[in-house]
């Protein structure tokens, strides 16, 4: 059974940087894997914010970014904003067939 | 951008066949990949299955001998329909355009 892991939970201040990791039990995470990144809120449908690992939808604020990170697809939020707490999800592709990982729930404090 | 809206009813009796409709505003393209995805109450996102009006589909193994979606250009419309339902199939279902644009999503309760 394939399973995406992300870190359940992150704290990072203000303005401060914080990465966020997506891992597959398959094995390193390459461009192949076609890595995404969503942010969903409480009570509200998700944000797309990255796709194929580092491109940017025209909403995505500057501050977010995709990279590969050491075998993973990475979410970078650099000077994070109070508005930026909340549930990010990243999603692989296994060859056709889509995994979300657990998600990550950040909370900026 | 494009705006999607799910609709469907919001009640299934267990071992009944859930059926979603999701409204596009935009014309359906033949290279547009249309996903569904889930999200139980308090869970995370589950991916469910897509399908492109050019004919190309693909589903998630452990969902994909209850499930069917299907693409009608003419109404502008996606469809989704999951048989054999059980309290597991309980959630928010999203109608998803190339993983960019989610609709609102509508919460399916199986329960009799």
């Known amino acids: 059974q394939t399973v995406v892991t992300q870190e359940p939970s992150l704290t990072v201040s203000p303005g401060g940087t914080v990465t966020l990791t997506c891992a597959s039990n398959t094995g390193a995470v390459t461009s192949g894997y076609n890595p995404h990144w969503f942010q969903q809120k409480p009570g509200q449908a998700p944000r797309a914010l990255i796709y194929?690992?580092?491109n940017k939808f025209s909403w995505t604020p500057a501050r977010f970014s995709g990279s590969l990170l050491g075998g993973k697809a990475a979410l970078t939020l650099s000077g994070v904003q109070p508005e930026d707490e909340a549930e990010y999800y990243c999603?692989?592709?296994?060859?056709?067939?889509?995994?979300f990982g657990g998600g990550t729930k950040l909370t900026v404090l | 951008q494009v705006q999607l809206q799910e609709s469907g009813p919001g009640l299934v009796n267990p071992s009944g066949t859930l059926s979603l409709t999701c409204a596009v505003s935009?014309?359906?393209?033949?290279?547009?990949?249309w996903s569904w995805i889930r999200q139980p109450p308090g869970k995370g996102l589950e991916w469910i299955g897509e399908m492109s009006h050019g004919g190309g589909m693909n589903f998630n193994p452990s969902l994909k001998s209850r499930v069917t979606i299907s693409v009608d250009k003419s109404k502008n419309q996606i469809s989704l329909s999951l048989n054999s339902v059980t309290a597991a199939d309980t959630a928010i279902y999203y109608c998803?355009?190339?993983?960019?644009?989610w609709g609102q999503g509508t919460l399916v309760t199986v329960s009799s």
């Open positions: 998803v355009k190339n993983f960019g644009a």
């Open positions: 999603l692989l592709s296994y060859g056709g067939a889509w995994v």
């Open positions: 194929s690992t580092s």
């Open positions: 935009d014309s359906i393209n033949n290279n547009d990949w």
